[in-house]
């Protein structure tokens, strides 16, 4: 978690704040939607999953964007959500999703998964590189691996797409979540 908060962090920091309407990896999302997507869930999600609260609908609708300081706002918040994990209660018990219970450690690792993932998004839009050690390559693979169909039911990920079975493991996370590792941003 604390890797890819930093990573996130770190990313965020180079995001142009002209290029928010360029497009993303993620079809169905500009740069703009995508970031505010991620910045809701994977920090202020995160805090929120961490002490049982339910996200407000004012952070739902919130474009977090229209704040040039959004950057260093969401490294901040990100700092916020992974203090609230430090509580080894955090991990104990069941996250109410509002659809379903889920264990706190599952819920975690999927947060973890979707803060990587889609700051690998917001990385390649933005003609960065989204870096992961490769234990951290290997647990977000093995997170992506079990959720993958259940996620493609409510198309949160895209078809798998083929690479090579020696590629790293985050590489591999990546494919198996329906995202080209080799996409490239368009001039």
């Given amino acids: ?53 339910q996200l407000p609908e004012a952070l739902a609708e919130r474009d977090f964007t229209a704040d040039e300081a959004w950057p260093q706002e969401y490294a901040a918040q990100l700092d916020r959500a992974v203090a609230a994990w430090a509580d080894p209660a955090a991990w104990e018990g069941e996250i109410d999703l509002g659809f379903a219970a889920e264990p706190a450690p599952k819920v975690a690792a999927q947060l973890i998964t979707e803060l990587a993932v889609h700051g690998w998004d917001v990385a390649k839009a933005t003609g960065q590189e989204f870096r992961v050690s490769a234990e951290v390559g290997g647990f977000l693979l093995g997170v992506v691996e079990e959720h993958a169909e259940m996620y493609r039911q409510y198309d949160g990920f895209a ?29």
């Fill in 1 to 53: 978690m604390k890797e890819c908060a930093a990573e996130a962090a770190r990313i965020a920091r180079g995001v142009p704040q002209e290029r928010l309407d360029d497009p993303t990896p993620c079809g169905e999302f500009d740069l703009r939607a995508l970031v505010n997507h991620w910045v809701l869930y994977t920090s202020h999600g995160l805090e929120h999953r961490a002490l049982r609260k």
């Fill in 159 to 187: 078809d798998p797409v083929a690479v090579a079975a020696n590629a790293p493991a985050f590489h591999r996370a990546l494919a198996a979540s329906g995202r080209d590792p080799g996409w490239e941003r368009q001039a």
